[in-house]
C-alpha cells in the first residue's frame, strides 16, 4: 500500500480526533505505519481540532501534510479552510448537516452526506464523526469495514451503548460511502485519486 | 512486542519508567502537558513519586535533590519553561548530576504561542545558561524513536554524570505513532555508589555542589568535565542520513520531525528521478560536525530547513567550513515549511546548477 | 414595565442568568445561535421585576435591563 | 425605557473567548464597572497574565500588557514606579499568581506598591487543561490528581488572601466570590474599593475572586456555582482580610 | 574532670569563617547538637544555601548539598521525595530564603515536606556586602538604602515566619533568637523539636533564628546582641508560632 | 571634561544617568553590586527611582513593566542572575522593549565562584533563552570604554526597539580607572510617543505583549524583528584592531579585557620585532564576521584567548570559513590567561611557522 | 571545681563570651592569635560556677567547660 | 614614562586597597594613564586583599599583571604568595612588623622596614599601608612626594586628624625609600629596574 492520508476537521467536541484515532488503530491493527497528527488550537477555548492520519505499507514519512490526499470536514468554517487545500483529486467527505451551504471544488470527487441526520436515524445522536469516518471508509476502502468495526469495539469495549452507536453510525456512512458516485468532478474518475482502493492483504475485506 | 498507538508525550514518559525512571517533578505547560498526567496516573501503581512542582525554577533545583540522593528523575517542560530552568541546569552541570530534561518546543520568543516549533536549537545547544559547560542534546523525528532516545538519554546522563535534554518539536509530544518498548521494564539502578548523598553510615560525608572557591581547583574541573563531553562527543554522535547512498545535487539538513517533512520532499523528487540527499543529526550537542561535513562536500548545494529563524544554520555552516553557502527555509511562529516549500526550492537550485553547468 | 435584553449571539447558554432570576422566567431557547449555543431568552415578561440578577450573573455581558420610571434598588451595585 | 444596567465603557462588545458559565467573564465586568465608575480608563493600565485570561488585553478598553507567566505584579511594580500617575491592574489566575507567582505577589504586596491585584482562583490550571493548582480543594479530582488532591502530598489549599493579610506593610485585602448573585454585588463594591486604595494612593490593593472552571470541574455552569459555595467556601472564607488603618472603605455602606 | 559542654560530634572542628561575633556561628552548633541529640548524623543531609553561610557544608559533619540561591527547599523537597529514610535540612539566610527563595519556602512549607529549614535572618545580605534585605529594619542603613530604609518605598520586614503560620497545612513554625544566653537556650530546645517532627514523620518545621551581622551592622557585636533586642524583636516577635495538631513537642518542658 | 578615577561598576552607573536613565531595578550580586549600591545613592538625588527587587526573575519583568511605560530604564546582575533572567530577555525581545542589561561575568557553572571570568559570551550572543531572537551584545576593554558603551546601549536599545546588553568580565567592573563623562547631562526623552502605555487618554489603547495567537502574524513579527537586527548589523556592528596595519604572521583574537592581556603580549613581542595583530570585537553580537575574516586571512596563524572554554571561538571559527585551524588559550574559574601565556603560545606559533618555511 | 577551656586558636575575640558571663570573668588577652585576634581568657578562674553560658554564646565554639562531681543545672540546655 | 605597575598586598583591613588608590589618584592627577585592578577575594569574609596599579604616560594595555614590577607587602602570607611572582628585579617592600619571618629573592632589591612599628612612632597607628607607600615612593621616585601628599590630602580633607596621620606616616616611609639601600642584590643597580626613577615633567619633585 503506498502512503495516504486523511485530513478530519471540525471544531473541538465534534469528536474529529477521535474520529482520526480509530482509524490510525485500525491502520495499526493492520500492521500498517501510521502517523496521527492533531493540530493543536491555540491555549484557548472551543476553536478548531483537526487531525491528519497518515497510513502507510512501508513508512510515514512527513506526518505534517499541507494538501492532503483527502478530507473529511464537519462543518463550514473548516470546509471553507480545508477544501481548498485538498490535492487535487483527492476526496473530499462533507457532512450537510452543519455544512450546509453550497459548495464544490471542480477538480475534486465531494461526497456530501447528512451525517448528523444519518447519525439521529439510527439512534446515534453523538456519532456524526463515525458516520463520516464510515463514508470516507466505504468510499476510499483503505481500510475494511471489518477492521475499523473491530477498532471500534476493541476501544469501547467497556461501553456497550456507545459501542453499538458507534457501529450503528460507522455502518450507516459506510454504506453510503461505498455506493456513493460523489458529485461533482471525477466520481467516476477512480484511478486520479491517490487512494490505492482496493489492496487485499490489507484489508481482508470480503465485500466492498 | 506489541505496537501500541501513542503520543509522543505518553510514550517518553513511558519510556522512562521502562528505563527505571520512577521519579518526576514538574510544572504544567502545553504542549507537554500529557507528560507529568501520564506520570501522576502511572508512577504511584509502579511505587514512584510524582510532584506538581510550584514552578520551573523549582523543578530544577527539585531535580537537583533528586538526583544527588543517587535516584533517575526526569522532567519536563516547553520552552518558557525551559528558560526558566537556565539556572538550574547550569548547577546541574556544575555539581555534574545524571538527569533527563525533555523540551517540547512551543513558538517563541516570550509567551508568542504554543504552536510546534524549533526555536531553542540554540538555547539548548549553546549558552543555555551561564558558565562554561554543555548540555547532551537528542532529538528524535518519530514517536519510535522518542522512545528510544528517552532511554538513551538516561543511559548517556548516567555514564558520562550530565544533564541530557530530549528536545522535541510540539509536534512529536501530540502525534500519536505506533511504538514499541523495549523490555526493560525497570532499569538497572543507578551506579551512584561513590557519589550519591544517602546518609554517611559508615563513610565519609559527600557533598554535591557546584561552588569551587579555589580558582585553580574550578578551572581543572572545568577541564575534566570537558573531557567527559569530549568522550561524549566521540563515542554517542549520532545522525541519520536518507538517499545519501548515490550521488545527489542538493543535500537537505534538518532535524527531528522536519526531518520527516524533506524526506517526504525527496521521495516527491525521486519520481522525477531528481537525487536529493538529507543529514539528520540526531545528536544536536555534539553535533556529529564531521558526517555532516562529508554529506555536505558531496553536494552542490545545501538547503537547510527549520522550524526558526536558522537556529541549526551556525552549526551547518561550522561544519561546511566555508565549503558551501548554505540556504535555509525556515518559518516559525508555528508555521511549518511544508513538502512543497522544500520541493520548490530544490527546483530553484536545481535549476541554478543547470544554468551554472551550462 | 422593567424588561431585560439577551444578546442572543453573545450568549453561551451556560443557564447562569436562569439560575439568578428570582421569577424564573427565563429559560433556553431551542434555537441555536451564531455560536452554536442554545442562548437564554425571557419566557414570561410581564413578571420582570427588572431586578437586574440576571444581567449581573452573565458572565458573557449578554444581559441589558431596562425600566420605565423610578427604579427601586434592592441593593446597591453600581 | 431607560438602560439600568448594560456594557461597561471599560469593555469592548465582542463576545468573549471564555467557556460557557466561566465566572472569568464576570470579575471582568467587575474590573471595567469600576474603572468607568471611578473614571480613571484613560489612565488605567491592566496587566494581564497566562492562564486562561491571557487575552485579557483585548477585552479591557485601555491601555494593556500582557505579561509573563506569575510575574503580572513584577511588570505592573515597573510599570507603577516609573509613572505614579498611571493606574495599574493586574488580572490573574491562580496558577499563575499562587504557584509560580508566590514570590512577585508576596513582595509587591510587601513593598506596598501602589497596584491592585485581581486574583480569579478556579482552584485549578484552566488554560493547560486542569491540572491540580496550589488552590485546588483536597479530594478534588484534577488531571494530575486522578484519585483527588491528597493533603498528605500535597498539602492543603494556599490561602494566598489570608498570607497576605499577614503582612505588616499596609494593604486592602479581600477574598470575594461569584457563586451567587448576592455575592457579585459586594465583590463589585469590594473590587471598586480596591481601584479606591489606588486611586487615592494609599495602598496595596487584593481581591481574591473564586470563579468557576466548568470545563475542568467537569460541572455545569449552575453545579459549578454550588461547588464554590459548598467545596471552596470551608477553605476559602469571604470578606475583607485586611484593610489599611484607619481607611477602610465606606464603611457605613456595607458592614 | 568531666566535660559538660563541648564541640558537638556533627561539626568539624576547624575555625568557622564567619566574622568575630557573628551568630551564624551559633545556630550552626544549635542544629549540630540537635542531630547528635537525636543520633540522625547517618542520615542526615544538608542543604546548604548562598549568603555567608555559603560554606556550611564544610561545617557539618554529614552528606551536604550545596544548593541554588534561594532553592535549598526545592533541593530538599526533590532529595526527601526520593528517600524519605533522609532527614533534611536546609540552613538559609534572609536574602536567600525571604527574597529569591519566597516561594520555595512558601510551596515546601504549603505542601507539607517533611524537611526541616532553619533560616538565619540578620537583616541583611550578609555576603554581598550589605544591602537591605526583605527582612531590614525600618530606619536601618544598608548599602543599599543609604538613608535607611523607608517603609514608604520598601515596605515593612517581611515576617516569614508569620506568613508560613498562616498557611492551612500542619506544621511546625518558632522564631527565636540568639541575643542573649537564655534565649539560646530556648532556641537550642525548639531547634531540637523542628527536628524531631521530621524525625517523627510529623511534618514540616521551620525555625526562624534572629542573628547578628556585626560586620555589616557597623557594630560592635556585644552591640549586636542588644541591636537584635532593640530593633528586631518589635518586628519579629519570639516563640512558637504554630505547631502540629495534637503534637506541640514536650509541651510541659516550655509553656 | 575632567578625568574621575572610578570603578567600573560605578563608571557604568553614572554613564546611565547621563544617558537620562533614572530608572534602575536590581538584585544583589558580586561582582556588581557597585551598581545598585551606586544608583541607589545618586537616584533619589537625581529624582530616580532605585528598587531592589526580589530576585532577578522579578526584575526582568519590572524593567518589562518600566520599559512599557516608556522610560529609560537598566538592570545589572551577574552571570547566575543573568540565566535567571533568562525568560524575562526573551519576553522583552518578543515585546520589542528597549532596556539595557548589564552583565558582569563571574566563573560558571552553577554557582562556582565570584571571580571575573567571560563565560557567558555563549548565553549572551547565542541562545539566551528560548525562540528566535538576539540580544545585542557590547564589551567594553577599559572603564571608559565602558562608560561610552553604555551610552551607547541605551541608543542602540531605544533605536532599534530590542533589549541590549553590556557585557564584562568581573574585571571591568572592580577596576578603577581615570574616566571622562560626555556632557549628555540628561539624555534626550526616549521616543515612545506610538507604542508605550502611558494612559490612553485621547487615544486608541495600547498593547505590550509577546504574545501572537496567529502563527502567521507572530512568523512575519519575527521576520520584521529579523530584519531590525540586520540594520543592526549593518549599523551597529563594532570591533577594534591593533597592530594590524602592518604584516603579522600570528593574529590574537580576544574580546573584553583579555584584548589588553593581548596588548601588552603583543608590545612584549614587538620589543623583539616579532609583529603580531590582534582583532577585538566589541559588539559580541552582531559579531564582526567580515572584518574578522579580513584580519585573519592575513595571518598565518590565529590564536583565541579568552577567559573560558573557548565560548568566541564559534564565531572566529565562522568567520575564518576553514581557511585556518583557529588555536586557543583558555583559563576559567576565575583564572586568567598572562601576557606570559600568550607570549608563550605565539613563540610556539612562530616556531611553527619557522619550520613550516624551511 | 568548674572550669573552662578556650581554644585561643579558634577564639576570634568578639567578647560575647565575656558578656554572657554571668560572673564577669572573661577577658581578651593582649596577646594575638594565629588568626590575628586577641583572644578570650579567664581572670578569676576561682569563681567560675561552671554554667557554661560562655560555651554556649561563643560563635566560634571555642569554649569548653569542664566540671568535677555533681553539676546542677539551673537550666536544661542538653 | 614607560609603563610600571605595583602590586600592594595583605589582608581585608589592612588598607592595601586604599594606598593603592591614593598612588593611582596621585598618578591621575598628575595626568598619567592609570589602572587599579583589586583582586577580590571569594564571597567570604576575610582573607586577602590584593590591588595591582599600573600607570604609563601613554597607555595602560592590560591591567592584568601575573608577575608585577614591583611588591608592597603587609604581612608574611602576601610575601609568600606574591614573593616569588615579582619580575626579576623588581622592587620588594616589606612590613616586617608583620612579615618577621627572614625572606629574601636573591634577583631584587628588597626594602624591608617595620613600617607597623614606624606608623605608631609617628602616632599613625593605622597607616602603616601609608608607611609601605611612602617608601615605594621614595625608593622608586615614580611619583614625587608632592604628588602623592596633595592626593592624600585632597582625599581626606574632611578628616583632618586622618588627614596628618596619613601624610606623617607616608612621610616617614618616603623618608626611608628615598634613602634606602636595600639588601640584598641590587640595591645599587639602579638600571636594573624598570622602573624610571626621575620623570621629572611628571614628578615635579624639587628633591629626591
Ligand atoms: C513559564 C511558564 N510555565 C508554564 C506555562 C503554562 N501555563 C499557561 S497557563 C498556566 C496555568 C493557568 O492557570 P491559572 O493561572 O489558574 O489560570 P486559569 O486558566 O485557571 O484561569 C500554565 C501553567 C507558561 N505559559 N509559562
Ligand atoms: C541568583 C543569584 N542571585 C544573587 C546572588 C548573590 N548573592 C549571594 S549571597 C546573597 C545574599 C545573602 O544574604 P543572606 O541570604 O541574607 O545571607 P547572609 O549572608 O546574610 O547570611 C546574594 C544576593 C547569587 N549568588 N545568585
Ligand atoms: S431583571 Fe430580574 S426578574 Fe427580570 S429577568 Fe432579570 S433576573 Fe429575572
Ligand atoms: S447568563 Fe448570559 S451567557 Fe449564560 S445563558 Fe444567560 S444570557 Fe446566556
Ligand atoms: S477552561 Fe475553565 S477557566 Fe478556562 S475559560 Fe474554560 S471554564 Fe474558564
Ligand atoms: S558578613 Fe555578617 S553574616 Fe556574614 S559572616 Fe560577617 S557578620 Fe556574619
Ligand atoms: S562557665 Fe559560667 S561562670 Fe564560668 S566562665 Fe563560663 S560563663 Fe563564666
Ligand atoms: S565568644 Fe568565643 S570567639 Fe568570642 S571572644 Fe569568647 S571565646 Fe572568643
Ligand atoms: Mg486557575
Ligand atoms: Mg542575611
Same mark, same amino acid.
Given at each position: ?42 491555549? !484557548? ?15 510515514? @514519512? ?62 446515534? /445522536? ?9 463514508? /470516507? ?72 | 512486542?506489541?505496537?501500541?498507538? !501513542? ?96 523540551? !517540547? ?89 561513590? /557519589? ?27 577541564? +575534566? ?46 519520481? $522525477?528521478?531528481? #537525487? ?21 562536500? #558531496? ?40 513538502? +512543497?516549500?522544500?520541493? $520548490? #526550492? ?13 | ?46 413578571? &420582570?421585576?427588572?431586578?437586574?440578577? &440576571? ?24 | ?31 471595567? $464597572? ?41 511588570? @505592573? ?26 514570590? +512577585? ?57 489570608? !498570607? ?35 486611586? $487615592? ?6 481581591? +481574591?475572586?473564586?470563579?468557576? &472552571? ?42
Amino acid at each position: 500500500m503506498n502512503t495516504t492520508d486523511v485530513l478530519f476537521a471540525g471544531f473541538g467536541g465534534h469528536g474529529m480526533l477521535l474520529a482520526g484515532k480509530l482509524l490510525a488503530q485500525a491502520a495499526v491493527n493492520r500492521g500498517l505505519q501510521v502517523s496521527w497528527l492533531p493540530a493543536y488550537g491555540a491555549e !484557548m477555548r472551543g476553536g478548531t481540532a483537526n487531525v491528519t492520519v497518515c497510513m502507510s505499507g512501508s513508512r510515514v @514519512a512527513s506526518p505534517y501534510i499541507e494538501h492532503p490526499a483527502s478530507l473529511v470536514v464537519m462543518n463550514t468554517p473548516s470546509l471553507l479552510k480545508y477544501g481548498p487545500k485538498v490535492k487535487k483529486g483527492g476526496l473530499i467527505v462533507i457532512n450537510t448537516t452543519l455544512a450546509r451551504e453550497p459548495w464544490t471544488r471542480e477538480d475534486c470527487p465531494v461526497l456530501s452526506l447528512p451525517a448528523g441526520d444519518m447519525a439521529r436515524e439510527v439512534g446515534a /445522536w453523538k456519532s456524526t464523526n463515525l458516520v463520516l469516518l464510515g463514508a /470516507w471508509a466505504g468510499y476510499t476502502g483503505v481500510l475494511s469495514r471489518d477492521a475499523i468495526v473491530e477498532t471500534i469495539e476493541e476501544q469501547f469495549s467497556m461501553k456497550h451503548a456507545v459501542m453499538n452507536a458507534n457501529v450503528a453510525a460507522f455502518d450507516t456512512g459506510f454504506r453510503q460511502g461505498a455506493t456513493a458516485r460523489p458529485a461533482p468532478g471525477m466520481a467516476n474518475e477512480v484511478d486520479s485519486r491517490t487512494l490505492d482502493r482496493g489492496n487485499a492483504h490489507l484489508d481482508h475485506r470480503t465485500a466492498r | 512486542m506489541t505496537r501500541v498507538l !501513542m503520543k509522543g508525550n505518553e510514550a517518553i514518559a513511558e519510556a522512562a519508567i521502562r528505563a527505571g525512571c520512577l521519579h518526576f517533578f514538574g510544572y504544567p505547560i502545553t504542549p507537554q502537558n500529557e507528560i507529568p498526567e501520564y506520570f501522576s496516573r502511572r508512577l504511584p501503581q509502579v511505587g514512584g513519586e510524582y510532584v506538581q512542582t510550584e514552578s520551573e525554577v523549582a523543578t530544577s533545583n527539585m531535580i537537583f535533590g533528586a538526583a544527588g540522593v543517587g535516584v533517575r528523575v526526569m522532567t519536563s517542560s516547553s520552552s518558557p519553561g525551559i528558560s526558566l530552568m537556565s539556572e538550574g541546569i547550569s548547577y546541574l552541570a556544575g555539581a555534574d548530576l545524571p538527569v533527563v530534561i525533555v523540551n !517540547m518546543m512551543r513558538a517563541g520568543p516570550g509567551l508568542a504561542g504554543i504552536l510546534p516549533s524549533q526555536s531553542d536549537y540554540a538555547h539548548a545547544t549553546r549558552g543555555t545558561a551561564h558558565g562554561d559547560f554543555e548540555l547532551t542534546v537528542l532529538a528524535p523525528s518519530s514517536v519510535q524513536e522518542a522512545v528510544d532516545l528517552t532511554i538513551l538519554s538516561f543511559q548517556i546522563a548516567e555514564r558520562y554524570r550530565v544533564p541530557v535534554m530530549l528536545l522535541g518539536d510540539g509536534m512529536i509530544g501530540q502525534m500519536m505513532e505506533p511504538v514499541e518498548f523495549p523490555e526493560l521494564e525497570v532499569g538497572p539502578p543507578l551506579a551512584a555508589d561513590d /557519589w550519591a548523598l544517602t546518609g554517611c553510615r559508615g563513610r565519609e560525608p559527600r557533598l554535591v555542589s557546584s561552588l569551587y572557591l579555589d580558582p585553580v581547583e574550578l578551572n581543572d574541573k572545568n577541564y +575534566e568535565r570537558y573531557r567527559r563531553y569530549a568522550l561524549i562527543r566521540d563515542k554517542e554522535t549520532r545522525f541519520d542520513t536518507y538517499n545519501c547512498d548515490g550521488p545527489y545535487d542538493v543535500l537537505l539538513t534538518a532535524f527531528g520531525v522536519m526531518a520527516r517533512v524533506c524526506m517526504s520532499a525527496i521521495d516527491e523528487l525521486a519520481k $522525477e528521478g531528481i #537525487r536529493v540527499g538529507l543529514f539528520r543529526p540526531i545528536t544536536l550537542n555534539p553535533f556529529p560536525e564531521d558526517a555532516c561535513r562529508s554529506a555536505i562536500a #558531496r553536494a552542490k548545494r545545501v538547503l537547510d530547513v527549520e522550524m526558526n529563524m536558522g537556529q541549526m544554520l551556525v552549526d551547518i555552516r561550522l561544519a561546511a567550513r566555508g565549503s558551501h553557502d548554505i540556504d535555509f527555509i525556515g518559518k516559525c511562529g508555528g508555521l511549518t515549511p511544508s513538502v +512543497e516549500d522544500v520541493v $520548490e #526550492r530544490v527546483r530553484v537550485h536545481l535549476a541554478a546548477i543547470r544554468a551554472e553547468e551550462r | 414595565m422593567p424588561a431585560i435584553r439577551v444578546a442572543g449571539d453573545k450568549c453561551k447558554g451556560c443557564e447562569l442568568c436562569c439560575v439568578a432570576c428570582p421569577q424564573k422566567i427565563i429559560a433556553l431557547s431551542d434555537e441555536i445561535n451564531t455560536q452554536g449555543f442554545r442562548y437564554a431568552r425571557v419566557v414570561d415578561a410581564p413578571r &420582570c421585576i427588572g431586578c437586574g440578577l &440576571c444581567a449581573i450573573s452573565c458572565p458573557d455581558l449578554a444581559i441589558e435591563v431596562y425600566a420605565e420610571g423610578t427604579v427601586y434598588q434592592f441593593y446597591s451595585y453600581h | 425605557m431607560q438602560k439600568i444596567f448594560s456594557h461597561p465603557c471599560s469593555m469592548i462588545e465582542d463576545p468573549l473567548h471564555y467557556c460557557p458559565g466561566c465566572t472569568h467573564g464576570i470579575i471582568h465586568r467587575l474590573v471595567a $464597572e469600576s474603572i468607568d465608575e471611578l473614571g480613571i480608563r484613560e489612565r488605567a493600565v491592566g496587566v494581564s497574565s497566562v492562564g486562561c485570561s491571557v487575552c485579557t488585553y483585548k477585552y479591557f478598553r485601555c491601555d494593556m500588557f500582557q505579561a509573563s507567566h506569575g510575574r503580572a505584579p513584577a511588570v @505592573a511594580t515597573g510599570a507603577k514606579r516609573c509613572r505614579p500617575e498611571l493606574i495599574l491592574f493586574c488580572y490573574q489566575g491562580d496558577g499563575d499568581l499562587a504557584a509560580i507567582g508566590t514570590s +512577585e505577589i508576596i513582595h509587591a504586596a510587601n513593598r506596598g506598591e501602589k497596584i491592585t491585584c485581581i486574583f480569579a482562583n478556579n482552584a485549578v490550571y484552566g488554560m493547560t487543561g486542569g491540572q491540580m493548582a496550589p488552590t485546588t480543594i483536597p479530594g478534588q479530582r484534577t488531571s494530575t490528581t486522578p484519585a483527588g488532591r491528597r493533603v498528605s502530598q500535597d498539602g492543603f489549599p494556599l490561602p494566598m488572601a489570608e !498570607m497576605l493579610a499577614s503582612l505588616r506593610t499596609p494593604g486592602y485585602v479581600a477574598r470575594v466570590s461569584m457563586h451567587a448573585p448576592s455575592e457579585i454585588i459586594r465583590a463589585k463594591e469590594i473590587v471598586r474599593r480596591a481601584f479606591l486604595h489606588q486611586v $487615592e494612593d494609599r495602598c496595596f490593593s487584593f481581591v +481574591e475572586c473564586l470563579s468557576t &472552571c466548568p470545563t475542568n470541574w467537569g460541572l455545569s455552569p449552575a453545579e459549578s456555582l454550588k461547588w464554590i459555595e459548598r467545596e471552596m467556601l470551608p477553605y476559602y472564607p469571604l470578606g475583607e482580610l485586611k484593610v489599611p488603618d484607619g481607611k477602610t472603605g465606606d464603611e457605613d455602606e456595607h458592614n
